[in-house]
C-alpha cells in the first residue's frame, strides 16, 4: 500500500508544473514586455 507521501509526489509534480507554466506566460505578456525591457538595463545604470 501506497503512503501518503507517495500519493502525493505526482499531484506536487503538476501543481509546481502548472505554476512554473503561469510564471513563464505572466513574465513574457506583452503588457509585461515594456517594464521589462526597462529593467533589463539597471544594473548598468551609474549611481
Known sequence: ???YLEMTKP???IVF???YCAVFF???RRK???R???HKNIP???D
Do not use: D, G, K, Q
Open 1 to 3: 500500500m501506497e503512503t
Open 11 to 13: 499531484f506536487i509534480l
Open 17 to 19: 508544473f502548472i505554476f
Open 26 to 28: 505572466w513574465a513574457y
Open 32 to 34: 509585461n514586455r515594456e
Open 36 to 38: 521589462l525591457e526597462e
Open 44 to 46: 548598468f545604470l551609474e
